[in-house]
């Protein structure tokens, strides 16, 4: 495990560099108030600190994991396959809906899915839902002027 460790932090941070050498070549445009090469650089550099985690640990001793009597059945439980499950119909949504609905149906989907005081939740799940919502059409569409699909 330590060396496959190895080999996946050292080619994050290979294809970093080659990030970096692509981002270096965006033109700057003097119409925003930050470089539009600010949020590859950010995710860049967020990248390269976490491969360099990573390639610290993998030489630290590791301590022995004891797994208690039916751990991976509830790690691999049917809530958590289904939830993934959700999340998959979402991403394919965004495409055929849109953000917006796709969100605002993810969002209420979700919380009704798995949570055991649905009376009482659905109603704060769907205020969630129309005020994220809401605040992603106000600050992408309206403020920054930003298409959402």
């Known amino acids: 495990m330590k060396t496959a460790n ?3 932090a050292i080619l994050i941070l290979l ?3 080659g990030g970096l050498i692509q981002a270096t070549k965006i033109e700057d445009t003097a119409v925003t108030l930050t470089s539009n090469r600010m949020f590859p650089y950010l995710t860049i ?6 491969s360099l985690g990573l390639l610290a640990t993998t030489f630290l001793p590791a301590p022995a994991a ?6 991976w059945r509830r790690a691999v439980g049917s809530k ?3 939830t993934l499950g959700v ?6 949504a965004l495409k055929l809906v849109g ?3 796709a ?10 899915m798995l949570s055991p005081r649905l009376r009482h939740d659905l109603p704060i799940a769907v205020a969630i839902a129309a005020g994220v919502v809401g605040a992603c059409y106000l600050i992408f569409v309206q403020w920054l002027q930003f298409y959402l699909p």
Request: glycine share 4%; aromatic share 18%.
């Open 66 to 71: 004891h797994f208690p009597p039916g751990y």
């Open 6 to 8: 190895r080999v996946s």
């Open 45 to 50: 550099a967020l990248l390269v600190a976490l």
């Open 103 to 112: 969100s605002a149906v993810f969002i209420v989907g979700l919380t009704a």
């Open 15 to 17: 294809i970093c560099f």
């Open 80 to 82: 958590r396959l289904l």
């Open 99 to 101: 953000f917006l609905v």
């Open 87 to 92: 999340f998959v119909l979402y991403l394919v």
